[in-house]
């Protein structure tokens, strides 16, 4: 959310929120929809303790691999709209 936040948060106190809200979200979904959940208890209690501390990478790496993508894309989409 903080990556999130350094590209599309407010500049300015009273500035809009929907941006970072909406991508937010779609990273929440996105996750929820591969994982069924997004409770790190719940995660850890399927990997097992012995795969816990590999499994919770794979899954932060390929959680970042999500949000460079996505970041990449809403960037690309601004740099678009304000050369129009």
Avoid: N, Y
Wanted: aromatic residues 4%; negative net charge.
């Amino acid at each position: 959310m903080i990556a999130i936040g350094h590209f599309h948060g407010r500049q300015q106190g009273g500035d809009s929120w929907d941006i970072p809200a909406d991508l937010g979200k779609i990273m929440v979904i996105d996750f929820q929809e591969r994982h069924a959940t997004c409770s790190c208890g719940t995660l850890r209690d399927r990997f097992g303790e012995e795969k816990q501390m590999e499994e919770c990478r794979g899954l932060v790496r390929e959680q970042t691999e999500k949000l460079v993508e996505l970041l990449s894309r809403e960037l690309i989409l601004d740099k678009e709209s304000s050369t129009r």
